[in-house]
């Protein structure tokens, strides 16, 4: 009897083990926060801000891999349902409570919850990734902004720190514009990710984007997602 070549597709198990290790990662998240509440040495608590920041950025870094992939190969499947932004957005942030307590990050929503029609799991993989950045850049406030307008919907992620330089910022565009990328980086392919993912959201011949930029209404940077 002959051993069928395709017995474990390769997409299925990616797909399984990046669920298993994203599970992981959530429960040791969970852990990470009943100890920071018995922490009680300014020392001890900013070294717990290390770590759960490198295991939220760990879930990231597994979604976007997984994505990439399935995208590479033809085998992403996009799932577009009626959302509440703001609801999607509020689930994020509780997931980050320790993380933006422990580093006293306020986050403040503006606009209103508006009803979008997209992926749910998908953008929250984009909106984490681009909120993880902002709590890397900023130096104590996220300012959150939906704005819908005849283009769409915009999702403005800000932060009072110091801007992006312009190496950065021209390293964006160039992932953008689909120029190869001399150095790889988790950056670079969080930025891939997110624009792959938005360009994915179509509608009457519109394509998705990202854009990235020092126009923070708080005067830091700006990562915005515009969904058609």
Same mark, same amino acid.
């Given at each position: ?23 992981? *990662?959530?429960? #040791?998240? /969970?852990?990470?926060?009943? =100890?920071?509440?018995? +922490?009680?040495?300014? $020392?001890?608590? !900013? ?84 909120? *993880?950045?902002? #709590?890397? /850049?900023?130096?104590?406030? =996220?300012?959150?902004? +939906?704005?819908?307008? $005849?283009?769409? !919907? ?75």
């Amino acid at each position: 009897m002959k051993a069928d070549d395709n017995q474990l597709p390769f997409a299925d198990v990616i797909g399984a083990s990046v669920n298993d290790m994203r599970n992981s *990662l959530g429960q #040791v998240l /969970y852990k990470l926060t009943g =100890i920071s509440e018995e +922490l009680d040495t300014q $020392e001890s608590k !900013l070294g717990l801000q290390v770590v759960e920041y490198e295991v939220t950025r760990m879930q990231n870094v597994m979604n976007q891999l997984h994505g990439l992939y399935l995208i590479e190969t033809d085998s992403l499947t996009i799932q577009m349902q009626e959302v509440y932004v703001f609801e999607l957005i509020d689930d994020i942030l509780a997931g980050m409570n320790g993380l933006l307590a422990n580093k006293k990050v306020e986050v403040e929503l503006r606009g209103e919850d508006i009803c979008w029609y997209l992926d749910p799991y998908l953008m929250t993989n984009v909106l984490n990734i681009a909120i *993880l950045n902002a #709590v890397r /850049y900023t130096n104590d406030k =996220i300012c959150i902004t +939906l704005v819908h307008s $005849e283009k769409g !919907l915009s999702i403005s992620i800000d932060d009072n720190g110091q801007g992006y330089p312009d190496v950065v910022l021209e390293r964006f565009n160039n992932v953008k514009a689909g120029m190869s990328i001399e150095e790889v980086s988790s950056q670079n392919i969080g930025w891939l990710f997110c624009e792959k993912i938005a360009s994915l959201h179509k509608n009457q011949g519109n394509a998705g984007e990202t854009i990235l930029d020092n126009e923070s209404v708080i005067s830091g940077g700006r990562l915005q997602v515009l969904l058609p």
